[in-house]
T-cell receptor, first 110, second 114 residues
Framework: QKEVEQNSGPLSVPEGAIASLNCTYS??????FFWYRQYSGKSPELIMS????GDKEDGRFTAQLNKASQYVSLLIRDSQPSDSATYLC??????????FGTGTRLTVIP | DTGVSQDPRHKITKRGQNVTFRCDPI?????LYWYRQTLGQGPEFLTY????????KSRLLSDRFSAERPKGSFSTLEIQRTEQGDSAMYLC????????????FGPGTRLTVT
């Protein structure tokens, strides 16, 4: 089983809709979780971090964490074409490492 | 620009040559990470520095790879005797504080081994 699993997509949503991105992880002791956005040919950009169960909101983005189910999600409200990118889920493994999923490619259709 | 910078942005080399990449982290960030990313994959952890100390190195990292951060500021990653399989984007990230924390990535160095 991979340490971090994401649906590779592509996920297509119409402009203005809610995009829902999901991630599961295998290490039960992980305490830190991150979502990065990566545009084609660019480096990852941190958009959200979450450390406790529940929801964390930042503008149009909401991260959700359920440690019992080992599940992290990212909701993007009012999706814009500029949100079209690959979204990487990253999970802390060990004291110093982040393990990244392979990413979900999101396309927002105008 | 106060973000993470990397140099060079692109490097083409012939198999068997040595290459060295540089990373300048965000000022005062004590933690520095190197990752490698290939097409369709997420970044893969290579090594981690806290200040000048290299505290962790991936088990998957070949002995041909070495990294330094001599004064706790910039870092270099050297690949000796490059192989075609080394072709990838090499990413540097920095962070502050303790724990894994929030890491900020540089633009990356794209290596092509011919």
């Amino acid at each position: 089983q991979k340490e971090v699993e994401q649906n590779s997509g592509p996920l297509s949503v119409p402009e203005g809709a809610i995009a829902s991105l999901n991630c599961t992880y295998s290490d039960r002791v992980s305490q830190s979780f991150f979502w990065y956005r990566q545009y084609s040919g660019k480096s990852p950009e941190l958009i959200m971090s979450i450390y406790s169960n529940g929801d964390k909101e930042d503008g149009r983005f909401t991260a959700q964490l359920n440690k019992a189910s080992q599940y992290v999600s990212l909701l993007i409200r009012d999706s814009q074409p500029s949100d079209s990118a690959t979204y990487l889920c990253a999970v802390q493994t060990g004291a110093n490492n982040l393990f990244f999923g392979t990413g979900t490619r999101l396309t927002v259709i105008p | 620009d106060t973000g993470v910078s990397q140099d060079p942005r692109h490097k083409i080399t012939k198999r068997g040559q040595n290459v060295t990449f540089r990373c300048d982290p965000i000022s005062e960030h004590n933690r520095l990470y190197w990752y490698r990313q290939t097409l369709g994959q997420g970044p893969e952890f290579l090594t981690y520095f806290q200040n000048e100390a290299q505290l962790e190195k991936s088990r998957l990292l070949s002995d041909r790879f070495s990294a330094e951060r001599p004064k706790g500021s910039f870092s270099t990653l050297e690949i000796q005797r490059t192989e075609q399989g080394d072709s990838a984007m090499y990413l540097c990230a920095s962070a502050t504080g303790t724990g894994v924390g929030e890491q900020y990535f540089g633009p990356g160095t794209r290596l092509t081994v011919t």
